[in-house]
Each structure stands twice: as structure tokens, then as C-alpha cells.
């Protein structure tokens, strides 16, 4: 049982241009996600999170957007750079829900010179 | 400010042997978790500590899953006997309180042969 799900398993973009990040949820209970990125051979780090109350949340070239009737979530990288290829996973968790953080399968970003 | 140390950074074993990972986390952190990354897959909690007592270990499979934080501090997680399907990245994390920015150190890569 899947609750929070990135459909797409890899991604590749030009840079300079834009990358979208896809991730889904099905826990209604979910009221606060984030963004993890994670190089080979190290840990996740945390990239970006945004609350259930907004439906929006940047940070540099970094966005979060947040469509909670649709349950969905979007991570968008604008300029995208060679360096911020990496796996980026996508986390959810909830005072309702154990306040556990669930994380996606993961997509790999690779940004093209 | 030193991150979360874990080691050894890469075990390969047969299956039915045992195995103990550590964990030190970031200074200060009173919370601190385990988790398991299946290849292709996101992580999965198995335990969490706050101090040295357990928090949640409900998706620890404790037939064969120990993990222990006696001193409130360094944490070691171990498996006996290994099952193939055990093969995957043990991730540590820490982080002050309750909060889901978690630290990650950089895993330890089982290989159950």
C-alpha cells in the first residue's frame, strides 16, 4: 500500500530549463510534505517542504506547489543545473497520520550540460 | 558541525549470518531513526528512538531486527539471521526534537548473498 507515490522513475532535462517532479498521496490525513535530495553514496537531504495550509512554498530555484483535492504535489528547479541531478524524493507525514514521514519512490533528475 | 556517522559504510554477507550496524548521531539530537532502502525504492522507517526509548518500531521485523540506543546517544540496529530480501541501504537519521527535516548519514549498503 503505496501512500505517497512519484510515477515517474527518472527524468532528464536540458539546463537551464525546467524540471518538474511529480509525487501523489493517498493518506488524507498527510498535512506537511517535503523534498529530499540524494546524491550516490550519501544520505537524503532535505531540499524544501510546504504545509497543507498553502498551496505554495519557493525557495531560491526551488518550488513547491500543493494541490490538495487532487492530493498531489509538484517540485519545480528553474534554472535546472547540471548539479542538481540527483534522486529527489518526495515525503509526507501528519499528527493524524503518526507523524511518521512517508517517503515516494524516488525520481532521478539527470540535467543535461 | 559533524553529521550523522554510521558504519561500516559497506557489509556483504551470507544469508542466515548476522550483522550490527551503527549509528552516531548529529550532537544534541534526542531523536533518532533507522531506516531501510530497498534498491529503487524509497526509505522505509523500521525504527524510532527519542532518547533511548523506542517511539514507534512497528515496521521493525522483530523475528530477526534488534535495535538498541542504550545511552540515550549511539544507536546499533542489528539483523540475525540475514534473508536475501534484507539486502538494501540502512539509513540513520537524527533530528532535535520531532520534526521531519531529518539529518541522513550516508548508509550502510548490505549485500546478503
Known amino acids: 500500500d503505496q501512500q505517497v507515490k512519484q510515477n515517474s522513475p527518472s527524468l532528464s532535462v536540458q539546463e537551464g530549463r525546467i524540471s518538474i517532479l511529480n509525487c501523489d498521496y493517498t493518506n488524507s490525513m498527510f498535512d506537511y510534505f517535503l523534498w529530499y535530495k540524494k546524491y550516490p553514496a550519501e544520505g537524503p537531504t532535505f531540499l524544501i517542504s510546504i504545509s497543507s495550509i498553502k498551496d505554495k512554498n519557493e525557495d531560491g530555484r526551488f518550488t513547491v506547489f500543493l494541490n490538495k483535492s487532487a492530493k498531489h504535489l509538484s517540485l519545480h528547479i528553474v534554472p535546472s543545473q547540471p548539479g542538481d541531478s540527483a534522486v529527489y524524493f518526495c515525503?509526507?507525514?501528519?499528527?493524524?497520520?503518526?507523524?511518521?514521514?512517508?517517503f515516494g519512490g524516488g525520481t532521478r533528475l539527470m540535467v543535461k550540460p | 558541525e559533524a553529521g550523522v556517522a554510521q558504519s561500516p559504510r559497506y557489509k556483504i554477507i551470507e544469508k542466515r549470518q548476522s550483522v550490527a550496524f551503527w549509528c552516531n548521531p548529529i550532537s544534541g539530537h534526542a531523536t533518532l531513526y533507522w531506516y531501510q532502502q530497498i534498491l529503487g525504492q524509497g526509505p522505509k522507517l523500521l525504527i524510532q528512538?527519542?532518547?533511548?526509548?523506542?517511539?514507534?518500531d512497528s515496521q521493525l521485523p522483530k523475528d530477526r531486527f534488534s535495535a538498541e540506543r542504550l545511552k540515550g546517544v549511539d544507536s546499533t540496529l542489528k539483523i540475525q539471521p540475514a534473508k536475501l530480501e534484507d539486502s538494501a541501504v540502512y539509513l540513520c537519521a537524527s533530528t532535535q526534537g520531532v520534526d521531519e527535516k531529518l539529518f541522513f548519514g550516508s548508509g550502510t549498503q548490505l549485500s546478503v548473498l
Open positions: 515525503a509526507a507525514s501528519g499528527y493524524n497520520a503518526g507523524n511518521m514521514l512517508t
Open positions: 528512538f527519542q532518547n533511548n526509548g523506542v517511539v514507534d
